[in-house]
Every structure is written in C-alpha cells, then in structure tokens.
C-alpha cells in the first residue's frame, strides 16, 4: 500500500471512529454501519480518481456527486413527496426529507427515535466531515488541519448528548484515530526522504515506504517516538480532568451537574427556558395523547396541568430563576398568599395522572397548587414555583415522568371577583422580586399598560382590562404563523403586529402587568385536556399552554387567560360580568377576537414545527391533492439538470481539454509528443515556444525562464536529451526511454511551483496552450475551404461551355 493510500484509510477510519461519539443521540446504531459503508466508497472514489491527473477540484467533486447518487438510491422517495428515484429525490425529496430531519432533531428528547429524517442528517453529516478530512489530509497533505472537521464533529456530538458514562470512550475513539491519521501522514512524509536517520539500530530500509527497521522488522525510533507521544498525549486528556474535581466542567466533564439536584437537601433548579424543554421534551411530531389522568374535581375544566413557572423577565427572554431546591415533603406547604376566605371555601380533589411512555419531561404535570404528591422515582420540589423536578440518578440521568403513574392532591380555590378586587397589597419581598423588568424593555409596553387600564382603581380591574385588550378588545388575532420570542423587543413587535399565539399573549401581559406593579409571572404546562366516555381525560400535545399568572394577597398566583384560542377556560373571576346569571355571555371571547384561526392553523402546511411543539396548531386536517400534480415533471427535471451541469461545466472545458491531452500525449511513449507536451506546459506559465530553437537551447530556455530547481530542471534535460537522439541517431540506435512520462510531468510541477499563484491557476483553468485547438480549427476550416474550392473548379472545369456560360 502506497504512503497516500495509507493516509487515505486512516483519515476514513478517523472520521469513522469520531463518529461514534453520535451514537448516544439515538436510539439506534445501524445507521452507523450505512455512514461506514458510504464513506469507504466515498474514500475509494477519491483514490481512483487522484490517481488520474486532474485537478483537486475534479477529485472533491467526483467525491461528491458519488456520494450524492448514493444517497438518492439509499433514501429516495422516503420524505412522502410523490416522487421516486435518483432525480425526483434529489430535487424534491431530499429537501422535505432534510426539513424533516431538522424538525425531528428539535421536537424528539435525546435519545431520538431512528426517523428517516435523523439517519439522513446523520449520514450526510458523517459524509461531509469524512469528505472535509479527506480533502485536507489526503488531496491537500495537511493532516494536522484535518483535526479542525474531526473536533467540531465531536463538539458537536458531545455538547447535545451531555458527556455521559461513554464520552471518555468516544473521546479516546476520536484521539486514536486522528493520532493513527497523523502517523500515516508522517510515516508518508518520511518515505519521501529515502532511509530515516535516528538513534534506532540500522536494520533493513523498505522499499515500499523508506521507514528504518530494526531487527525483527520493529519500527524505528521516530515512529515509535511518536507513538508514545500520541499515547501519552491521549492519557494525560482522559487522566487530568478525573484527576481534578475542577476540570469536571471541561470538554470531558459530566453536563448533569448544571442541572442542578443530586441527593440531600442543597442543589438549585437552573434556569432554563421552558420552550426548548418542551420542545426536546414533549414528542410532538403528531397530536399523541401524553398524559391521562382521572379526577374527582367537579369543575374538570378548570383543571389545568402546570409544569413550571417562568419569574424571571432578564432583558433576553422570560424564564425560570435558580432556585434552592428540598425533598419533597409528604405535606405540600401552604401556596404563597393564600389566606383568608379563599383558603377557608378551598375543596381538596383528588387527581391520578398517568404519562405515556414517549413523555420525557423532567418536571412534573399536576394541579396548582398542590397539596400532596404520591410517586414513586427521586424527584425535588422548589417551594416558589411549586413545581417538582426529576433528581439526578447517575452521571448523567435524570429522573423523568417517562410512564409514571402518580397521584396529585390539590386545591380547587374558587375566588370571586369581589374578593379579588378587595385585595390588600402584597407583602414587599414579593413585590420587589415578581415586578422587575429589564432596563431594555421599550417604552411602548408600559404607555400600553397604562392607556389600557386608564380608570382602573385597582389591580384586579386593571388585570382584567388586559386580559380584554388581548382576547376582545385590542383587535389581536391568534395566528400560529407568528416566530416565536419572549424578549423586549417581541414584546413590542407583538404589540405592533398583534398577531401572535399563547406565548405572544402570556408573556406580553405578565410584562404589562409587572409595568404596573402587578406582581406577575409565566405558567408552562396543559389545558384540562378532552374527557373520554369511560371517565379519563386525554391530555395531548395540542393541549399545551402558556398563560400568565398575577399575584393577589389572599388568593395567591392567579391564573388569567389573554389568549383569544379556541378551546380556553376564562375563569369565572376574570370575565367581565361577574354575576352568576350570565356565566355563558364572556364564553364568546375567543370567537369574537379571531374570526379566523379556526381556519389557519387547520392546515398542517401553515403550522411552523415550534407550534405543533406547543400544541398551537389546532386540528391537522389530512393530506390534500396529489404528489403528481406538485412538481415538474422528470423530464423536465432532466432538462434542467442538464442545462445546469453544461452551464457549470463550460468553465472547466480548457481544463479538462488539457488533461485529456496530457494523458494521451503521455500515455503513447512517443518522445515527439512528450516533448511537445512539455513545450506546452512551459506556454502555460509563460514561456511561449520557439520553433527555431534546438531541442538542447528550448530546453536550456525553459529552464531559465521557468527559474527552476534542479530537480526539475535535470528532468527538462533529460526530456531534450531523449528528443535529440530520437532526431539524430540512425535507425534503432535510440536506447527506449521509460522514464519520459515521468520527466515530463516533474518539470511540469517544477514549472507550475517556481510560478507565481495567479499565473499557476491561469495555467490551470486557463491554459495558453489551448490557443491549439483554434489553430487546429482554423486549419481545418482553412483546408475545408481549400479543398472545397478545389473540387468547385474541378467540376465547373468539367461543364460544357454552354452550361458554365
């Protein structure tokens, strides 16, 4: 095996041992063995082609149209477009499949389930790596700078699957391979010089690579010097960071820790943002039911499943402070503010709640407030939020409500408006803490607030004007169209466009409210869901909510309902009219907001991926219309495609040109045209040819003009040299000269190297020498003329006088 090829395994096999470290973001490991497969042939297409001479870019792009084709055959007509085969894969399928993969990758916990999307993002990217390497450790010979592709791979592999008990093995898969990769380069670039000098016994040097052996056929020093450095190298980054607690964070460090918990009674809640944890959390591709649950509340529509609540508004977004964390008591404490009447009319229900086995969050599901938890597992309660999190259970595992079966004890509270509106002032701490805004929030938010609830005399009135300016008054529609964003500024935009879902609405009005000095925050969690025949209620995706909370001493965290949706529970105590004689007439409110969003977010089409991870979607009407009529036809794909590949093949012609006669001038063993061919490789760089010059004085020139080293130019001499005894040795004297093509193409390095770049890249894009094919068709045009005005007197010469005449 030659010295290029064994850098070429070893780069394939370092990409493919980085790769490993992918593995633990999945739920299946036979995509890796796809990966292997492509990747050889990607490897094997590049060997075959650099053993041609033609330009690196030809030997990237053949890499990469191969791999290309080979995808289509591997995952065509999978993303459902209509379409089947290489061609409609590569024009309509892979796209839907790649947006497919990505939604995937943001709605599915880690690990993710084996979707035809993910193995194609996990293929391709595999392949682009390895492509990466190969270009820079094999076509280029730079392997060290391949370790920048190997590393962000890694990064990557290792940021999303969090460390874990395996990292140290995919960190030392990764530091072997790219060690072997380095090895090879470096045993090849020894090669090069002939016998390797050192302190090794002399032994017998190798034809094949020039490496010194010793006896036995053991390596010498410098290759085993490397050996152990890369060894030792590869130890001391497995062996320091366990070896200091410090380093624990560091690139091999345990991510479970930032998290927060472990046992005992310290460890914070992190602050985290509640959407991304619903959306690697809540398995959303489709509307599947997540939780069922039974309860004894008799007012089921209220009963809303509460996962978490946002109280921080930093400037950036809205989400949950680091909090202190405690074993949960087998008493709930008091909910924060409730006293009084309120506390004394509260109803203990009784709640079972049972989580789908695809149901992956950390933070339990249940009614607020909560006066008991029954579950089993490690799980911590944070008193503020009232909000139980799952407990760290090994090095990087968390306890889950993966398919628990739990039982919840809460209090119905059934406040009225009067008592809402004769509210005292709450206590100062919570004040201060549930009003802050950030610095950047723009004025607009508060001269809102303030021009909404202008006459209001009390918190309550002034809560219930924005929760109408948002759901009746304030001509907002409820459109799932909307990006999503909880800062300052999409507060304001929200304002502006008025368009938005229930994130636009909950955040907006807990931010207003606080512009107020309402204490305010942001519940996460589920509506009460749709209650079956046999007396569960079905909790799906779409029943996912944000909605905000305010703050009323004697009553504690009170829900309201900004978010003109259909489907929503205004509670009782917020509705406009408060008597119980007309409880249905506020029932219209979302209708009256958005006459229209029943109809938008029916289409599966207008839903953006990050609303189906909320549930903002509405009912996903079926599949509409034939794939047939969707796209071109493939012939005219076809045309396209080959009115592309001419267009963008047009530059590449004098290239191309060059190499195919290259190849055959060479290729035949004739001296006249080998040096013909290096005549025309020195008019390439600039030394135009002179006809009258003797072999001996053009190659003299060449030398000169070229400023070549002596290596190359000892090849222009030899080439001459040949030339001269082919012109003027008698018959069948001339000695064969094998070495010719050889010669040939090392002066034309030395020439191309002695160049300067951009008359290097003329040389190869741009060829002087190419001025021969229009000398060549110019010739033949010329002796077409001629012979066809030859024959034209021949035959006109022939006519009778009396016809010519």
Known sequence: MSGRARVMVFAALATLLTSWSLVPLVDSAGWLLQAALLLAVQSAVGAGVRRVPVARSLTVAAQLLVSLVLLAFLFGGKAGTGGTGPVAYLVTDFGALFRRGVQDVGEFAIPAPMTDGIRLLLVCGVLLIGLLVDLLAVTLRTAAAAGLPLLALYSVAAGLSGGGEASWFSFLLAGSGYLMMLLAEGRDRLAQWGRVFGGAPPGRVSAASGLGSGPGGHATAPVRTGRRIGAVALGLALAVPAALPALGGGLLGAQGEAEGGGSGVGGTIS??????????????????????????????????????????????????????????????????????????????VRTNISAADSYTQRYLPMPYPATKVDIPGKWRFEPAGRTLVGDQLGKDTFQNVQGAMYTVRSLQLRPTAQQLQKAPAPAREIRDEYTKLPDNLPPVVADTARQVTQGAKDDYTRAVKLQDFFAVSGGFRYNTKTASGTGPQAVARFLADKEGFCVHFAFSMAAMSRSLGIPARVAVGFTPGEKQSDGNVNVSMRDAHAWPELYFEGVGWTRFEPTPRSGINVPDYSRPQTPAAQPSAPSALPSQAAPEPSAAPSKADDCPPELKKLGECGVVAPAQGSAGDDGPSATTILGWAAVAVAVLSLPLLPLLWRSRVRARRLGGGEVAAAWRELGDSAWDVGVPPDEALSPRRAAGRIVELGRLEPEAAGAVHRVAGAVERALYAPPGAAAPYPNLPDDVLRARTGLLASAPRTTRLRALLFPRSAARVAWAVSARWSALTTTLSTRLTTLRSRLPLRIRG
Do not use: C, H, M
């Open 271 to 348: 602050a985290v943002n509640p959407l991304v944890s619903l959306q690697s959390n809540l398995n959303a591709q489709d509307n599947r039911v997540v939780l069922k649950y039974r309860t004894d509340n008799p007012q089921q529509g209220e009963q809303y499943l509460r996962i978490l609540a946002l109280d921080e508004f930093n400037g950036v977004k809205w989400e949950a402070s680091g909090r202190a964390l405690t074993d949960v008591p087998e008493q709930l404490p008091n909910p924060p503010g409730l006293a009084g009447p309120v506390q004394a009319g509260a109803v203990e």
